[in-house]
């Protein structure tokens, strides 16, 4: 499959899954897109990425201790040896950076939207519905398509994490020792039987000799959580409909029928789209 396509399955089955919440409630078949949604998920949340400690080169500057002349003990650098993280690979497996998914997001969207529109669905909100269901569907039938479809937080697009700024998304920042050079110190030392004067060269004690140190900001994860959705992924609950994406019908008082008719204001079903989320039901941002 193309690049983006996991994210064009992800939007076809949560489409599914909102009309499936209109059908007959059908156990199975909701396991059995259930499943499929998971399937997509796990494949556009995760990704390999550069290896965050050889930078994706699968190599590693090695140091060797060297006894010095007057009993000490030195490291110096020995060539470059298999990155023991990746195993000389340069990737590893993980999330993939936030930068990484807005990328093909768009893209993925307007693939998707594309295909809908070529087979005449009708956009209800973030959902799509078939044509012969259009103009057809109550406020409550309405609120269920778009809750289902319209939960994603934009900041983070559902993931609950954004790409720490700090360290741009590589969980690493660099030594913080000036004296440090690709995780070598150089410490001159007293001038002993020689006259000339001698350099010790030791492993850096702050990198550890990796010449880069865990970001502060992420600890090392590359990532923080989404301020917007506070790391749920979705947005907040709107707090007019408490998340139902309706309110009582004025008219009818929720009945549905005014005089013994059909309330021409709610068409029947006693509620109608909440005015402050339009029937998503979170909180818009």
Same mark, same amino acid.
């Given at each position: 499959?193309?690049?983006?396509?996991?994210?064009?399955?992800?939007?076809?089955?949560?489409?599914?899954?909102?009309?499936?919440?209109?059908?007959?409630?059908?156990?199975?078949?909701?396991?059995?897109?259930?499943?499929?949604?998971?399937?997509?998920?796990?494949?556009?949340?995760?990704?390999?990425?550069?290896?965050?400690?050889?930078?994706?080169?699968?190599?590693?500057?090695?140091?060797?201790?060297?006894?010095?002349?007057?009993?000490?003990?030195?490291?110096?650098?020995?060539?470059?040896?298999?990155?023991?993280?990746?195993?000389?690979?340069?990737?590893?497996?993980?999330?993939?950076?936030?930068?990484?998914?807005?990328?093909?997001?768009?893209?993925?969207?307007?693939?998707?939207?594309?295909?809908?529109?070529?087979?005449?669905?009708?956009?209800?909100?973030?959902?799509?519905?078939?044509?012969?269901?259009?103009?057809?569907?109550?406020?409550?039938?309405?609120?269920?398509?778009?809750?289902?479809?319209?939960?994603? &937080?934009?900041? #983070?697009? %559902?993931? *609950?994490?954004?790409? $720490?700024? =700090? /360290?741009? !998304?590589? @969980?690493?920042? +660099?030594?913080?020792?000036?004296?440090?050079?690709?995780?070598?110190?150089?410490?001159?030392?007293?001038?002993?039987?020689?006259?000339?004067?001698?350099?010790?060269?030791?492993?850096?004690?702050?990198?550890?000799?990796?010449?880069?140190?865990?970001?502060?900001?992420?600890?090392?994860?590359?990532?923080?959580?989404?301020?917007?959705?506070?790391?749920?992924?979705?947005?907040?609950? &709107?707090?007019? #409909?408490? %998340?139902? *994406?309706?309110?009582? $019908?004025? =008219? /009818?008082? !929720?009945? @549905?029928?005014? +005089?013994?008719?059909?309330?021409?204001?709610?068409?029947?079903?006693?509620?109608?789209?909440?005015?402050?989320?339009?029937?998503?039901?979170?909180?818009?941002?």
């Amino acid at each position: 499959m193309g690049k983006g396509y996991g994210w064009v399955g992800l939007f076809f089955c949560e489409n599914a899954m909102a009309l499936n919440m209109l059908a007959t409630n059908d156990v199975s078949e909701a396991d059995r897109i259930l499943l499929l949604h998971q399937k997509c998920e796990k494949g556009v949340r995760h990704s390999v990425k550069p290896c965050p400690y050889c930078g994706g080169s699968g190599s590693l500057q090695k140091t060797i201790e060297v006894a010095s002349l007057d009993g000490g003990v030195s490291s110096k650098k020995a060539g470059k040896g298999v990155c023991p993280a990746c195993r000389g690979m340069g990737i590893v497996a993980g999330r993939a950076g936030l930068s990484a998914v807005e990328a093909v997001y768009g893209t993925s969207l307007g693939k998707y939207t594309v295909l809908r529109q070529g087979a005449r669905w009708i956009p209800v909100g973030s959902a799509w519905i078939p044509p012969e269901l259009d103009g057809k569907l109550n406020a409550k039938q309405i609120a269920t398509m778009k809750r289902v479809s319209g939960a994603r &937080c934009p900041a #983070c697009l %559902g993931f *609950g994490q954004i790409t $720490c700024e =700090k /360290c741009g !998304g590589v @969980g690493k920042a +660099k030594c913080p020792n000036n004296a440090c050079s690709g995780g070598i110190v150089s410490k001159k030392l007293e001038k002993g039987l020689t006259t000339s004067p001698r350099e010790l060269h030791v492993r850096c004690s702050v990198c550890d000799g990796l010449s880069f140190v865990r970001c502060s900001a992420c600890s090392g994860g590359g990532s923080l959580a989404c301020k917007t959705c506070n790391g749920t992924g979705k947005l907040p609950v &709107c707090k007019r #409909c408490d %998340g139902g *994406g309706v309110n009582v $019908c004025s =008219k /009818c008082k !929720g009945s @549905g029928a005014v +005089k013994d008719a059909t309330c021409d204001t709610c068409g029947g079903c006693g509620a109608v789209l909440c005015t402050v989320c339009t029937g998503d039901g979170r909180k818009k941002k």
